[in-house]
């Protein structure tokens, strides 16, 4: 079975940083695109960043390039990353990780993403 594991959230000051991990198991790592996605309280679920696992391209959503970086781990290949700098009290949210098989290309569409992970609690204070 296809599980996926985030974990390293917490309550951060506006500034700090943060490392999401995503564990993966039950599927062949570079087979699949992993996205990372969050909601608010009251907002819809929005994509973050993505990873294409089989080439290493990346995407990540406007309201956090130059301050999100995701990454696989290319030795054990069972891990993503998101590493969440200069934070603000508007990245706060439950952040989750999700898997889809690689197709050819990086997906962003949330709805094409078959599995999930739970979520993770990111808190910025202000």
């Known amino acids: 079975d296809v599980q996926l594991q985030a974990s390293g959230g917490g309550l951060v000051q506006a500034g700090g940083s943060l490392r999401l991990s995503c564990a993966t198991s039950?599927?062949?790592?570079?087979?699949?695109?992993i996205g990372w996605f969050r909601q608010a309280p009251g907002k819809e679920r929005e994509g973050v960043s993505y990873i294409r696992l089989s080439t290493g391209g990346t995407y990540s959503a406007d309201s956090v390039k130059g301050r999100f970086t995701i990454s696989s781990d290319k030795v054990a290949k069972n891990t993503v990353y998101l590493q969440m700098n200069s934070l603000k009290p508007e990245d706060t949210a439950v952040y989750y990780c999700?898997?889809?098989?690689?197709?050819?290309?990086?997906?962003?569409?949330?709805?094409?993403?078959?599995?999930w992970g739970q979520g993770t609690q990111v808190t910025v204070s202000s």
């Open positions: 039950g599927f062949t790592f570079d087979d699949y695109n």
């Open positions: 999700a898997a889809k098989l690689d197709e050819g290309w990086l997906v962003r569409d949330e709805m094409a993403y078959d599995y």
